[in-house]
């Protein structure tokens, strides 16, 4: 069960990502990047149903860095991880094991685990690089497919305001209580 907390606005946080390229990727999904000194967010919903997952301190994230849940199909979980240091945002929701579900995330700054501290999954075959491209690649298709689905939605909903335009013109409305004109 979650619960709703509070952070004093100057309280740091921690958020396990994976790197790929340079760039800081949610383990989770693959897909959502956090940038230094630029916000990320996603409105926190109870039941793991949103918010971006960040930790109260630098050892329960250290703690997480291999642990984290995987998800079927999603997720770079054999990517190599940092650590970034953050300020976030609430509301707030702690979930069992101090993980912090927040609304806004701010990297501040990228840590490197402790010398010798197992930070990295790598694979160990190549397999295991064959299998990380391949998880990167399907979620670069997925990016794509939806940035299409929401080019499409904006060019329909337009074309349906024409049309209202049109018929409101001709004299004919739509009331609220009926779909029909």
């Not at 619960?3 to 800081?24: C, I, M, N, P, T």
């Not at 926190?44 to 109260?56: E, K």
């Amino acid at each position: 069960m979650a619960e709703v907390v509070q952070f004093s606005q100057d309280h740091v946080f921690y958020k396990v990502v994976a790197v790929l390229s340079g760039r800081f990727l949610s383990v989770y999904d693959g897909a959502t990047e956090f940038i230094v000194g630029h916000p990320t967010s996603c409105p926190v919903r109870p039941r793991h149903q949103g918010g971006l997952y960040v930790f109260p301190s630098y050892q329960l994230a250290l703690d997480a860095l291999n642990g984290l849940p995987r998800r079927r199909g999603r997720g770079l979980y054999l990517a190599p991880r940092k650590i970034l240091r953050c300020r976030c945002v609430g509301p707030f929701l702690r979930y069992p094991g101090d993980k912090i579900a927040a609304c806004t995330v701010v990297p501040v700054g990228v840590l490197d685990p402790p010398v010798g501290y197992q930070a990295i999954s790598r694979p160990t075959s190549a397999d295991g690089v064959r299998d990380i491209s391949r998880g990167l690649a399907r979620t670069q298709e997925r990016v794509a497919v939806s940035r299409e689905m929401r080019a499409e939605t904006r060019r329909l909903e337009q074309e349906v305001a024409v049309m209202e335009r049109v018929l409101q013109d001709r004299g004919l409305r739509r009331t609220a209580e009926s779909q029909h004109w």
